[in-house]
């Protein structure tokens, strides 16, 4: 008997414990605004606002916001605001983007996170809109909406077609396998 089967199995048992230690390893430290590297901070009232962008550099159409609010006396978060986030294009007389409300983020509460859409390149001023305890400031924050890379997204595709294709390439082997094993059941004479 060949040690194929037992090759095969021992590969796919590998790649699921991998997968899952992967994933267990990511999620424990997944956070909504977890790629945001770059927040833009101003000061309003006794508040310092940040505010970070994904995609960064935002690109025409979605754009995820992501908001912090730190107490300037004390530095401690501001967990308990109303944030409010609108956004005007370049073409001031065009349409408007929200008010969008940015919810606390259940898993880290320092994070109010908010998603809307812009339609146009061109210089954007978002306005953030603080309420809370504290008393209501504003910040405005001025983005550049730039078009998307083309590279990028073929990158991304190839990246997707690639582990597709290394997946069905790894499952090959086992699904072929038990088709042997049941085309040999089928052809088996019944003992007498």
Not at 21 to 42: C, D, M, P, Q, Y
């Amino acid at each position: 008997m060949s040690s194929y089967p037992v090759t095969s199995t021992f590969a796919l048992r590998f790649l699921a414990v991998a997968l899952a230690l992967l994933a267990a390893a990511t999620l424990s430290h997944a956070h909504a605004n977890g790629r945001i590297v770059k927040f833009e901070r101003k000061t309003a009232g006794p508040y310092e606002i940040a505010l970070g962008t994904i995609p960064s550099p935002p690109i025409v159409g979605a754009l995820h916001l992501t908001v912090t609010v730190n107490v300037l006396d004390g530095g401690r978060s501001a967990t308990d605001a109303v944030i409010m986030v609108s956004g005007v294009g370049p073409d001031e007389d065009g349409p408007r983007v929200g008010p969008v409300e940015a919810r606390n983020n259940p898993t880290n509460p320092t994070f109010y996170d908010g998603t809307t859409a812009v339609d146009r390149l061109g210089l954007w001023t978002f306005t953030v809109e603080v309420d809370s305890d504290l008393g209501k400031a504003s910040a405005d924050f001025v983005l550049e909406v730039k078009e998307s890379n083309p590279i990028l997204q073929l990158i991304t595709w190839v990246t997707v077609v690639v582990f597709l294709a290394l997946v069905g390439l790894g499952l090959f082997p086992f699904l072929r396998d038990r088709a042997r094993k049941a085309k040999r059941r089928k052809t088996r004479k019944p003992r007498r």
